[in-house]
């Protein structure tokens, strides 16, 4: 099957690169079947990387070691769950991931447009196209996932123990459904460029694209700061390191690019800004996917050095040479049709948080990539480490967390102060209110930037509450609705303004997560036999015992051995149980002894976390085996040649040694307040995005040609 | 030869398929009907912006002279994409909309 | 003022304050950043971001310490390391790490939790490489 992969794979290429030509001919010359014929290869692309991927996945779960890739990542006593996932924890798989979700992604976009745009589409198809033949080329070029070995190995490597976590495997498809996604709105931009249609048409087209791109790029950015949190051992979510910040600059950017294009959407201003946009949300995309597999920079998560730098280095050259050069072409259709009427209306907000938006980008580009300036300037590399980011970020999110607040109030082209006061006075009343009660009843004030978040949270959450009342109470004086029918018809007649409200009022509580989890976290770090106790932040915590256990992981790794303790943690009369364990993984190197092997391969945390509304406690264990260490050699000798169930049994006598007789472990308590609340906003945020994406009723309608007929005035009286 | 075999079998799979477009006839190619399409949206857009300032007023975000204002010069550009439709559809106004 | 020069003196403005904070970010950015140096570059008196690879064996726990060697990645010369704190997952022998501290007395004394591991390669590159 291996052969037919390679085959899917080659055709597909050939289909991409069909698809460029023909829907480019097609435009030029007005032959539309041509264009037709062009957006169907798109169709038998993603037919093609379907059946490839499934081929993969097939040859996975048979664990079928003749595969270069299975043979790699998996093993036959990996997990079934973790097998299915294993596929794109390769460089391989996950290029083919990437082009899989990129041509079902065009697929989608090109069928839903199929009888609308046909000016732009044509070209956007090229373009969409000329991306999978990029993917594609990697893979029949340099990077073939199906690559068979001549001599199958018994078993293989195993799945890489630290991507063992549920979050870890949904993460890279969801964030490259979020990269992928924005190949639709930049592929269309590009079209309209070309075409010189430079109106709102393309925007109005894949808004909804980049709305559900940028929602799973968010959502990918979370689950991955959610791994980091249960999984890394290290208790926090965020490290600035630079494969976090390459998911998080396109989305930064993306977030600028769905303001922005609502202010050429209503004022037809903007469009050089836009078309910039997208553009570099694009390339930010295919950097984020380049960093990751390029291991240029040096980070905890790139996965092994790459081969295929060079070439993604290039192509990302050339969309960033062709868009700049297409824009700058374009500059005299892109003018603006109206102008910023005054500075406190909502466009002007709008600019401001692109500004904002923009800078927070470059300024985390700056530091990523510090490392590679200052060899390029001074000679040597240096990097600038987290304090630096967070230094440099805290005022901007401030500043952005604020303008989250102040948008919605206000109205296109202008507000009068008057007015502006009228809407913010509640929203400001709140945020002192806020400011004297943190500072009365709690030591808030410690860090002022926190109190600062705190408050403008309060200030957010009271505009979007604010604006529903109003927004239901305007329409039950216009209707006399009752109010739980007023809000329903309000909200559902509005979704993309209210979801996007409710995307504000999510980041808000994600913020205030942040805030309060990064400046008021008790963590301590301690080493103790059982028996022993510490404290932190008022938690007694005692080492009651220490477990071992074989093959019983509960949270289904797969972990052979698993040592952990067992902790009694009580404060103010409640009692809870803790057991935190470390993973032990054997290692497949044959220099290592046959009972060695089983402790001197990969080992991780499972950490066990205690979620709470107020205050979450996470506690990790490292036990020292080097107190085995003497018995370990010993059995190595004595054992060397024994078969397999003798192995086990000796491994087992090990880990009970372990049990009753434990040596002091090592503990790492952090009592961090509010950082559920990160997740909860990061829900309500995707929540309301969903709802915002959501077609609203009337574009349902716009797709019925009886609409045509359709009068002004009988329609605005409907609303 | 596995994968010589599959190779010339997808392709000339996917061959077929993107060829039956092109035997086809040519289409008839409606200009116009791109045209419409984009008026389509563009009145779709006003209506959305004449229903927001709206919306905006009620809510005390605009004054009542602002969206006056506002709302007569969206309203006149309205009016004007619906000529421009009803060209393009080749029809006359029918009446309650020519004040 | 007629409305073109207040544009004008807008975008004088505007441009003024990107550069002013562009200056103050790159400004700041080199006076925050550190080093990174091979073992055999470190000299006592200044603090280093050390990289390079764990020497086979040398991993040892004193109490709470963490006594071990970091080697040139591509080189034999070494420096003995202390460290206090987390110890990364993914750490042991042989892997490379980042460190930061300062040498005292011929040791290299590290700060608590400055400890990064790369993540391992096991899983990809050593497979191509055998």
Not at chain 1, 637 to 647: I, M, N, R, Y
Not at chain 2, 54 to 59: G, P, R
């Amino acid at each position: 099957m291996a052969g037919v992969g390679s085959a899917c794979l080659a055709v597909a290429l050939l289909t991409a690169l069909y698809a460029v030509g023909a829907s480019i001919y097609g435009a030029r010359s007005g032959r539309r079947e041509w264009v037709t014929s062009g957006r169907r290869a798109i169709y038998c692309v993603a037919a093609l990387c379907v059946a490839a991927f499934a081929i993969l996945e097939a040859a996975f779960l048979r664990s079928d070691f003749s595969y270069a890739l299975v043979a790699e990542g998996s093993s036959t006593d990996t997990p079934t769950f973790y097998k299915v996932t294993a596929v794109w924890a390769t460089q391989d798989g996950s290029l083919l991931l990437w082009a899989t979700l990129l041509s079902l992604f065009a697929s989608a976009v090109l069928f839903l447009t199929r009888r609308s745009l046909r000016d732009i589409a044509p070209y956007a198809t090229a373009v969409l196209g000329t991306v999978a033949a990029f993917f594609l080329l990697l893979m029949v070029g340099w990077e073939n996932p199906f690559d068979t070995l001549a001599v199958p190995p018994p078993e293989g490597a195993g799945l890489n123990p630290l991507l063992r976590h549920p979050a870890m495997m949904i993460h890279p498809p969801i964030l490259y459904t979020g990269y992928v996604g924005f190949s639709v709105p930049f592929a269309f931009a590009i079209g309209a460029l070309v075409a010189r249609r430079t109106g709102a048409d393309w925007i109005r087209a894949t808004r909804r694209f980049a709305l559900i791109a940028w929602t799973f790029l968010g959502t990918g950015i979370m689950l991955g700061a959610l791994w980091s949190y249960t999984e890394l051992g290290w208790g926090g979510y965020w490290a600035w390191d630079p494969v976090e910040n390459a998911s998080l600059m396109p989305w930064l950017v993306g977030t600028a690019f769905l303001h922005s294009i609502m202010v050429q959407e209503k004022r037809g201003m903007l469009k050089v800004w836009n078309a910039s946009l997208i553009c570099a949300t694009f390339t930010l995309a295919l950097l984020g996917t380049f960093l990751v597999r390029s291991g240029i920079l040096e980070s905890i998560h790139a996965f092994g050095a790459s081969t295929i730098g060079v070439q993604f280095l290039v192509f990302i050259g050339l969309v960033i040479a062709g868009s700049a050069g297409l824009i700058i072409s374009r500059l005299p259709l892109l003018r603006s049709e109206a102008r910023l009427d005054s500075l406190l209306s909502r466009e002007a907000f709008f600019l401001l948080n692109n500004l904002v938006l923009v800078g927070l980008c470059l300024v985390i580009m700056w530091g990523t990539f510090f490392p590679l300036i200052s060899e390029a300037i001074t000679g040597t590399e240096a990097s600038v480490g987290p304090p630096w980011f967070n230094r440099i970020v805290t005022p901007l999110a401030l500043v952005l967390v604020l303008l989250t607040g102040v948008g919605p109030v206000l109205a296109w082209r202008r507000v009068t102060p008057a007015a502006l006061w009228r809407v913010l006075w509640v929203p400001v009343a709140a945020l002192l209110l806020t400011l004297i009660a943190l500072l009365a009843l709690t030591d808030a004030s410690d860090s002022p930037a926190s109190l600062a978040m705190f408050c403008l949270v309060a200030f957010v959450i009271a505009v979007v509450g604010q604006e529903l009342w109003r927004g239901t109470s305007a329409r039950r004086t216009m209707t006399g609705e009752s109010w739980p029918r007023a809000l329903r018809r309000l909200t559902g007649r509005n979704r993309r303004r209210y979801g996007g409200y409710l995307v504000h009022a999510g980041i808000a509580v994600l913020f205030l997560g942040v805030a309060a989890s990064s400046a008021f976290l008790d963590q301590r770090d301690v080493r103790i036999s059982p028996g022993e106790s510490f404290e932190v932040n008022g938690y007694e915590v005692t080492y009651r015992e220490a477990t071992a256990k074989l093959g019983g992981d509960s949270s289904g790794t797969g972990a052979p051995i698993s040592f952990g303790a067992v902790l009694d943690v009580r404060k103010d009369g409640e009692h809870f149980v803790m057991r935190p364990l470390r993973n032990y993984y054997t290692s497949g190197d044959p220099s290592l002894g046959t009972i060695s092997r089983f402790f001197e391969g990969e080992a991780t945390s499972e950490v066990d976390v205690r979620w709470g509304l107020t205050r979450d406690f996470w506690m990790a264990v490292r036990p020292d085996i080097g107190s085995l260490d003497a018995q370990i050699r010993e059995a190595d000798e004595k054992f060397a040649d024994s078969p397999g169930d003798v192995q086990a049994l000796i491994v087992a006598a090990l880990a009970e040694r372990y049990r009753s007789d434990p040596p002091p472990a090592a503990f790492r308590a952090i009592a961090s307040p509010l950082v559920v609340w990160i997740w909860i906003g990061g829900a309500i945020a995707v929540l309301g995005a969903l709802i915002a994406a959501w077609p609203s009723p009337e574009a349902r309608l716009r797709r019925v040609r009886s609409l045509y007929s359709a009068r002004l005035g009988r329609e605005l009286s409907r609303a | 030869m596995e994968y010589a075999i599959a190779l010339l079998v997808l392709a000339a799979v996917v061959g077929a398929v993107l060829s039956i477009p092109l035997r086809r006839r040519g289409e008839e190619e409606r200009r116009d009907e791109t045209r419409l399409a984009e008026l389509e949206a563009a009145k779709e857009a006003k209506y959305r912006e004449i229903r927001d300032a709206e919306l905006d007023h009620q809510m005390g975000k605009l004054s009542r002279d602002d969206w006056r204002a506002v709302d007569r010069d969206l309203r006149a550009e309205a009016i004007e994409i619906l000529r421009q439709l009803d060209r393009l559809e080749g029809r006359t106004p029918d009446g309650g909309m020519d004040r | 003022m007629d409305p073109s020069r207040k544009r004008k003196l807008r975008l004088v403005v505007a441009l003024t304050a990107a550069v002013l904070l562009a200056t103050a970010l790159i400004y700041t950015s080199f006076s925050a950043s550190t080093e990174a140096s091979k073992p055999s570059e470190i000299k006592p008196g200044q603090s280093y971001e050390l990289t390079g690879k764990v020497v086979k064996g040398s991993i040892e726990h004193r109490g709470s310490d963490l006594r071990f060697r970091i080697r040139d990645r591509d080189g034999s010369h070494s420096v003995p390391v202390t460290y206090t704190g987390v110890v990364p997952d993914p750490f042991r022998d042989g892997r490379e790490v980042i460190v930061s501290g300062e040498l005292q007395n011929g040791t290299f004394v590290a700060e608590r939790d400055s400890l990064v591991t790369k993540c391992p390669s096991k899983f990809t590159e050593d497979k191509k490489a055998s």
